[in-house]
């Protein structure tokens, strides 16, 4: 940035002005709670100084290995510690760190390694046969594959690729941390989920992700010595930055690998977790667990929820088993949550029932860290805060990203008019709190009439056999489009078709029942977000 004067004359200097990275509060946790625990997996039990000595081992193995400052290094790996680890290590030697979702094919795999031009990858054992297959369809240099093998889970290594142990082994304990000398420097690539095209990939830089992690803290009541459970994917936003907030309040990482009812109440009884994000999904396999599954439990878990809006059903019936929810809003390019729906208290607390878990389900108000957030018509101006009148989300503030890589087109477009074109519809009510309608393209146009899917979606979740839905526009030659509805059962439960559809007709206008109701289990993407363009393709042939 350069050494800057104001009217004063005073100017910036290595006292006064330190670039913003979440890198240095792991930095601080190794003096400030050397031996309090970092990070758990099974036996694996590091405290902080641990911890900040094996990032520092990586960070120094990865330069020893070539790797320069502002090069990509990858990760295909679920939530284990190498993948937190990576979190610091990687920018640690100046690198940019780009996790990649373990559910992709090898050709989307191949197209990523080469679109950002990684020259390490850390994979996975159970993941390296569609890491090998990727990089035997590339056509430029391909990254070096370094094999993390998880004992605790049950996959060894393959033999064929140096180990991750090993590899932290070759580095050196005292490397001195190349800290960014800009806090605009990128820290991290997250490609988009790609369901049409090739997926773009969005960069992170340094303040964006240290403010992130600050005002989270804010939003989410935080205090010291929380326990952590990464059920969001690390590769998802990077698990919503919450890895790097950990060392801020000397936290403990929980590390989850596989994401099921029985884990998450062994973490919260076993480990004493106290906070975790989630899709909708993930609730809805609280609420719906088997009794062998569940544990008790003798404090509140907090959790943030976001990627859909969670069914007011299954809101209603979470909290009285000691979750307090907390729907939160972002997207791949916005770090993660940049809206919470902030409780205030009043006349809120006497709520109760569908009324409470309606307005839990609201998006909500920018988070601290953000500029302005609110909900804009086609000429980006304010729309009416009625609670009814419909508008994008825009967003304006330092946790957005820097742009998509190579595509000045595409970033430029997303920033029209200075700022971050979300994509989703939403109305907003007179308290401010957004409220999303749909994604501009999940709405259904029957004759003329706009229908939320995200409406009906609700209301067929409410019916007690149901444990997910999700409503797409099936082709109809009459209306254009009407509500076709995909429904996953509750685990020993059933409800015919006319049955469903007649339960709808009681709770909304004839014209936003679904016409159509398929019963199956439903398509989901690693972080739980049901993959409605499968939907789609499957109501096109009904």
Request: net charge negative; glycine share 8%.
């Amino acid at each position: 940035m350069g050494w800057m004067k104001d009217e004063t004359g005073l100017e910036k200097n290595a006292a006064n002005y330190v670039p913003l990275t979440p890198l240095s509060l792991l930095q601080r946790a190794r003096d400030v709670f050397p031996d309090h625990l970092a990070v758990v997996y099974g036996p694996h039990r590091k405290t902080y100084a641990e911890y900040y000595a094996r990032c520092t081992r990586l960070a120094s193995a990865l330069a020893q290995a070539g790797v320069a400052p502002g090069e990509v290094v990858a990760t295909v790996l679920p939530n284990i510690p190498a993948q937190a680890e990576a979190h610091f290590g990687i920018p640690a030697c100046g690198a940019v760190l780009n996790t990649i979702n373990t559910r992709l094919d090898s050709d989307t795999i191949a197209y990523i390694f080469e679109h950002g031009e990684a020259k390490v990858v850390l994979a996975d054992a159970q993941f390296l046969p569609v890491v090998e297959e990727a990089i035997a369809k590339m056509e430029g240099p391909a990254p070096r594959i370094i094999e993390v093998p998880d004992p605790h889970a049950g996959v060894p290594a393959s033999g064929a690729h140096m180990e991750y142990e090993d590899f932290l082994a070759s580095g050196d304990p005292e490397f001195d941390w190349i800290m960014p000398q800009d806090e605009w420097e990128s820290l991290a690539l997250n490609y988009t989920s790609g369901t049409t095209g090739r997926p773009k990939g969005v960069v992170y830089h340094h303040r964006g992700a240290y403010l992130m992690v600050m005002g989270t803290v804010v939003s989410w009541r935080m205090q010291l010595h929380p326990v952590y459970l990464t059920i969001v994917p690390l590769f998802h936003c990077n698990g919503w930055n919450h890895t790097w907030m950990m060392p801020l309040i000397g936290g403990t990482e929980v590390c989850c690998r596989d994401i099921t009812a029985k884990a998450i109440y062994d973490a919260i009884a076993d480990e004493g977790v106290t906070h975790f994000g989630g899709a909708p999904i993930v609730l809805n396999t609280i609420v719906n667990a088997r009794d062998a599954d569940r544990r008790e439990f003798d404090h509140v878990v907090e959790v943030f929820t976001a990627g859909a809006p969670p069914a007011p059903a299954t809101l209603a019936k979470i909290e009285p088993m000691g979750f307090n929810v907390t729907q939160v809003y972002g997207l791949t390019e916005t770090y993660g949550h940049v809206t919470e729906c902030y409780w205030k208290g009043g006349d809120w607390d006497a709520l109760e029932g569908d009324a409470r878990a309606a307005v839990k389900a609201r998006q909500g108000v920018a988070m601290p860290m953000m500029d302005h957030i609110t909900v804009m018509d086609a000429d980006m101006q304010q729309i009416p805060m009625d609670g009814t009148t419909q508008g994008e989300i825009m967003i304006r503030g330092n946790s957005v990203m820097k742009g998509y890589l190579k595509n000045p087109e595409a970033t430029t477009e997303a920033f029209k008019g200075g700022y971050f074109h979300s994509g989703d519809i939403a109305l907003q009510h007179p308290d401010t709190y957004i409220q999303i309608a749909d994604r501009a393209k999940d709405i259904i146009i029957s004759g003329g009439e706009n229908i939320s899917s995200v409406e009906v979606e609700g209301t067929l979740m409410g019916h007690d056999a149901v444990s997910l839905a999700a409503v797409v526009a099936k082709p109809d030659e009459k209306w254009g489009e009407v509500p076709c509805a995909f429904v996953e059962l509750k685990e020993g439960h059933s409800v015919d078709e006319a049955d469903l559809i007649a339960f709808t007709r009681t709770k909304l206008a004839g014209f936003k029942t679904p016409k159509k109701v398929v019963f199956m289990e439903l398509p989901k993407t690693s972080t739980g977000k049901i993959q409605k363009f499968e939907l789609r393709k499957l109501a096109k042939d009904l």
